[in-house]
């Protein structure tokens, strides 16, 4: 079965400094897909970013950028330049191609320090 | 317009209790979810439909009954309410995440408290 595991309960950083959450997964499947979800206080699901397995140039988004080593099985989030605003719980997400299931790690929550 | 709506956004009811939350999706998926959000943040899949069948349905009692009359909306029935069902539901939908740069669109949650 596929299993998703964030290590970080929770991580604080100060505003304008980096981050770095870390997701590791496991499965047996070949095509698969990894998001990374923010749930601010407000329990609205926001996707942050997305990388799909079989492209190995790391997704960026803006301030957010992702590590993906594919045979660690590792999938982190790192957020420059960190505002007030990213201050939230953090999920890491995979979806199999096989088994076209969403599921999602444990949550990291992030605080940001004015 | 809300992508993924979800009612009610608060539900509070007794044990013993039978209660639906409704969620309609206006994008056009497949594909549409109900996850479990308990105090502690675990967000858990529960079941998955595609096209108004059910694909997925992951160890949940069968006091829980979702119901797809269409595949824009995806209902989910509660019979006998218990205190360990209190938590956030959310519904979610998507088309095919293997395709394109796809994600899947979340509701806003239902917090349903039993007591």
Known sequence: ?114 | DTAVSQTPKYLVTQMGNDKSIKCEQNLGHDTMYWYKQDSKKFLKIMFSYNNKELIINETVPNRFSPKSPDKAHLNLHINSLELGDSAVYFCASSQDLTGGNTEAFFGQGTRLTVV
């Open chain 1, 1 to 114: 079965a596929q299993t998703v595991t964030q290590s970080q309960p929770e991580m604080s950083v100060q505003e304008a400094e980096t981050v770095t959450l870390s997701c590791t997964y496991d499965t047996s499947e070949s095509d698969y897909y990894l998001f990374w979800y923010k749930q601010p206080p407000s329990r609205q699901m926001i996707l942050v970013i997305r990388q799909e397995a079989y492209k190995q140039q790391n997704a960026t988004e803006n301030r957010f950028s992702v590590n993906f080593q594919k045979a660690a099985k590792s999938f982190s989030l790192k957020i420059s330049d960190s505002q007030l605003g990213d201050a939230a719980m953090y999920f890491c997400g995979y979806y199999g191609g096989a088994t076209n299931k969403l599921i999602f790690g444990t949550g990291t929550l992030l605080a940001v320090q004015p």
